[in-house]
């Protein structure tokens, strides 16, 4: 397994009813992939690490962390 520091985005995302809401981005500096969450905080950050881990496109099963975590 491989520990993966990734960049973390402040977005915009769209909900159910059209209208945007703040949310985070983490993407992949490996392959690019990226995952979104709704909300800012912590576990928002934290969703977007492990669904990266879950929908890799490439199959891999790496450890993602944010970049600037010192973990």
């Known amino acids: 397994m491989t520990k993966v520091r990734c960049e973390i985005d402040a977005v915009e995302i769209e909900n ?9 981005c983490a993407t992949c500096p490996i392959c690019g992939h990226e995952e ?3 909300g800012t905080g ?12 879950e929908n ?4 891999q099963h790496n450890f993602y962390t944010e970049a600037g975590d010192s973990q």
């Open 56 to 59: 890799c496109p490439n199959n």
């Open 42 to 53: 912590g576990k928002s950050v934290l969703r977007c690490l492990v669904l990266l881990r």
């Open 16 to 24: 159910d009813n059209g209208y945007l809401v703040d949310g985070v």
């Open 36 to 38: 979104e969450s709704f």
